[in-house]
Structures are given as C-alpha cells and as structure tokens.
C-alpha cells in the first residue's frame, strides 16, 4: 500500500511538472488576452496573458497569483515601484511597463529566466539591476528615454543573445557608448546622435 501511495504522489507531481512548463509559441497565441484582473483570477492557473489598466503606485499584489502568466503588460499606469515579488512570474516571457514613473527596477527581476522581451521605455530609470545578467534568454530591452548612462558588469553575461537595446532619446557620450559598446560588442545599441555630443556614428 505504502508503495502505492508513493507511486501515486510520483505521478501527481509528475503530471504538475507537466503543466508548469510554459507554453510554446504557437500556443500561447491562442490564448486569450485577459483584461481584467477579477476575470483572470476566477482561473488563475488558466492565465498566460495579461493586460492591464489601472492607477496606483504600485502592481495590485494579486497578479503575482496568476504564476502560469507569459505575457504581462502594465502600460501608463503610474506605478512608482515594480514590486519584487514580480520574481514570482517565473514563465514571463514579454514583460512591458512603459511609460510609468519607476526609477529602478528590482533585483528579482532575475527570477524571469524565460523573458525575452523587456519594455521599460518612457520611465525614470537610471539603472539596470545586477540580475539582469541571468536573463540568458532575454533578446530585446526598449528603454528609450530614460536616464539610463550606464550598464551594470553582469550584462556582459548577455553579450551573445541580446540582440537589441533601444536606447534612443538618452544622451549618452561617447565614453557612455563606447563603454555600453565593449560590454555588449555583438549587440545593436541603438541611440540617438545629438549636436556634437557623439562622434559621425550612425545606427
């Protein structure tokens, strides 16, 4: 009976390890684009994309519910803080928060080990946090205009599957870019020549 028992368990967590997985492509977009939070929240586990709107400072706690989520946007929404248990979104594959007022985006954003495209343009961040460099699958980061100068050293981890970051409306220096440059060399920087504050560069 005891190995039974354990069999069954086996199996159980088996058939959970299954449906965890993230969806594939194709599949994830056949899924519906939920809107509404109290809809989603009435099958959370049935949840792999999300579209916000709302006001408040910061992310409504119960999003970090609806862990099976690929596709989550909350865009203008006037947040200030992305909250850390964003970390919990683990199958996030697309995360967009543009054009809110947050100034730092959290160290556990190194959790989304699946994301591939990061929408952080429109914001007040200065900096990337040291996590970053875990985002091995990460492709795409847009952060044009905000008062991003400076990358941190775990980035370069990123060096050979970043294939574009959007740094347009920042005005770097060359030192800036020339610096950004070495750290991500097979990366296409783009920017946004102004005055003399850049060489005859042109991307």
Not at 2 to 15: K, P
Not at 61 to 78: G, S
Not at 125 to 146: F, M, Q, R, V
Not at 150 to 165: G, R
């Amino acid at each position: 009976m005891t190995h039974r028992i354990v069999g069954i368990l086996f199996l159980m967590m088996a058939i959970s390890a299954v449906k965890a997985q993230p969806l594939s492509e194709e599949a994830l977009k056949q899924q519906p684009v939920f809107t509404s939070l109290e809809e989603a929240l009435q099958n959370p586990e049935q949840v792999y994309r999300l579209k916000l709107k709302f006001k408040a400072d910061s992310m409504p706690e119960e999003v970090f519910q609806l862990t099976n989520l690929q596709e989550l946007t909350a865009a203008r929404c006037k947040m200030n803080v992305l909250n850390q248990n964003i970390g919990k979104l683990t199958h996030l594959e697309y995360l967009n928060v543009m054009g809110n007022h947050l100034v730092r985006l959290p160290e556990s954003i190194g959790n989304l080990i699946h994301l591939k495209t990061l929408v952080i343009c429109r914001n007040l961040i200065e900096a990337l946090p040291e996590s970053i460099g875990n985002l091995k699958k990460l492709t795409y980061i847009d952060a044009w205009e905000n008062p991003l100068y400076v990358f941190p050293e775990s980035i370069t981890e990123l060096q050979h599957t970043l294939k574009t970051i959007d740094l347009r409306q920042i005005d770097l220096h060359n030192d800036e870019l020339d610096r950004m440059e070495a750290q991500l060399p097979y990366t296409d920087i783009k920017y946004t020549s102004t005055c003399d504050c850049h060489d005859n560069r042109n991307k």
